[in-house]
């Protein structure tokens, strides 16, 4: 098992960090539980992975110290509608940084979570952003994350 570590995040609540590798510290907001066998079958119809968070965890561990969380499930037990903000959300991302002892860290993020590295007011300090998105955040369904 891949050890951890806990982050408290801007709301006080306190979310759970995997780490797994060694080599550069690499960031990666991802869902890691399975799905059942129905959820997994209707995301491969819409042509996604459904364990695209374990399978990038594993690949990209061989040549990096992969910091794993998954935010969006966090988010969704614990909802903070009048305080996610990008600056709370990059305040988010320094504290998980903060619990792996990561000091430099690439991100990885797609769609929303794109748009909260790159949209950031102050960008978290001493990291390398490597955003990858699907949608722009003017238009598509990432508008919805930041207005």
Request: net charge negative.
């Amino acid at each position: 098992m891949a050890p951890t570590a806990a982050a408290v995040l801007h709301d006080g609540s306190t979310i759970p960090v995997t780490i797994q590798g060694t080599g550069p510290d690499l960031l990666l907001p991802v869902p890691l539980a399975g799905h059942s066998a129905e959820e997994a079958e209707t995301i491969r119809q819409w042509g996604a992975d459904p364990d695209l968070g374990p399978n990038l965890v594993q690949g990209l561990s061989a040549a990096n110290r992969v910091i794993a969380v998954d935010y969006e499930a966090h988010r969704m037990a614990f909802p903070a509608p009048d305080t996610l903000t990008p600056g709370n959300v990059t305040a988010d991302l320094l504290a998980i940084a903060d619990a792996a002892v990561s000091t430099t860290f690439a991100y990885y993020g797609y769609s929303c979570w794109d748009c909260a590295a790159s949209s950031s007011p102050s960008g978290p300090t001493g990291s390398a952003l490597l955003p990858w998105e699907g949608f722009r955040p003017s238009t598509g369904r990432t508008k919805a994350c930041w207005p």
